[in-house]
């Protein structure tokens, strides 16, 4: 299912084309979400149109991947499933995306270069994984709170000295 399609785009000038990329990418093209993964094999499979919606000029579409995370109380692998809708209104500056509707997330071009097309598929895949992956048992296990126990009346802050001094030099 790989398509044809150039490392680089301008997305600008594919919304201005209605243009449409259909196909996979393996993780190997995305250095930052190796760093997430156990098993490096595999790949993300996408399908972006980038098409003017009202006044927005926007990227949509869906990216799709079968990770395998590692747990990080158990350090075993969880199988994480990602299928992640996208829709980004391309800016060029923060006020920019300030102006966007709350159903966009900005996507920020700096100057006029082109950006990798595997950032859009690996930033949207690394914002389904969850900071702190873990088996759901593994997070029954986790330790509860500790309890906060109150101080003994018999015993005294070390700070209270500093608080009185201090109402002191008022």
């Known amino acids: 299912m790989v398509g044809h399609f150039p490392e ?3 997305p600008l000038a594919l919304v201005e ?3 449409q990329f259909k196909g996979s990418l393996p993780f190997s093209k995305m250095p930052h979400l190796q760093d997430w993964l156990l098993s490096r094999e595999g790949e993300a499979k996408f399908d972006l149109r980038f098409e003017k919606e009202g006044r927005i000029a926007a990227v949509t579409g869906k990216v799709e991947a079968e990770l395998e995370l590692q747990c990080q109380c158990c350090l075993e692998g969880i199988p994480w499933r990602v299928s992640s809708e996208v829709r980004l209104g391309i ?3 923060i006020d920019e995306a300030d ?3 709350a159903d966009y ?3 920020l071009l700096e100057g006029d270069e ?3 097309l595997a950032d859009l598929v ?3 895949i690394m914002l389904a994984i969850p900071p702190i992956p873990q088996h759901e048992r593994c997070s029954m296990l986790s330790p509860e709170p500790a309890e906060v126990v109150p101080e003994p009346k018999g015993r005294k802050n070390p700070f209270a000295v500093l608080a009185e001094l201090k109402k002191l030099n008022q």
């Open 17 to 19: 084309k209605r243009r």
């Open 122 to 124: 690996q930033d949207e």
């Open 105 to 107: 997330e900005p996507l």
């Open 114 to 116: 082109a950006i990798p």
């Open 99 to 101: 102006l966007l509707p």
């Open 8 to 10: 680089f785009i301008d």
């Open 91 to 93: 800016v060029r500056s």
